[in-house]
Nanobody
Framework: VQLQASGGGLVQAGGSLRLSCAASGRTFSNYVMGWFRQAPGKEREFVAHDWSGGRSYYADSAKGRFTISRDNAKNTVYLQMNTLKPEDTAVYYC????????????????????WGQGTQVTVSS
């Protein structure tokens, strides 16, 4: 599956952004879709994934502020980010991995083999 992320930008602390990730090439519903982020000098880290059946999982840093959702008809996954903080500044990547494993399997970026190109999110204080 090919992935194309968009929606990043510059926002003030407390603001919101919605990232989108459009997929093509394979059956979108067969994939767990995730969002990861990578700040300069840091390892890529898990943000959220939509495991299956409407159940989603979040990093502690994202809980209560971010929401992952998908539209299978549009082959698109979204990440709604509210109450943004300067520490959310990073390049955000969407990723896809075939379904079939327990939710914790998808916390690692190494479990995902399809990646979008990344979109920069910058939160100013």
């Amino acid at each position: 599956v090919q992935l194309q992320a968009s929606g990043g930008g510059l926002v003030q602390a407390g603001g919101s952004l919605r990232l989108s990730c459009a997929a093509s090439g394979r059956t979108f519903s067969n994939y767990v879709m995730g969002w990861f982020r990578q700040a300069p000098g840091k390892e890529r880290e898990f943000v959220a994934h939509d495991w299956s059946g409407g159940r989603s999982y979040y990093a502690d840093s994202a809980k209560g502020r971010f929401t992952i959702s998908r539209d299978n008809a549009k082959n698109t996954v979204y990440l709604q980010m509210n109450t943004l903080k300067p520490e959310d500044t990073a390049v955000y990547y969407c990723a896809g991995s075939l379904t079939g494993y327990v939710p914790s399997y998808y916390y690692s970026y190494q479990r995902f083999n399809h990646w979008g190109q990344g979109t920069q999110v910058t939160v100013s204080s």
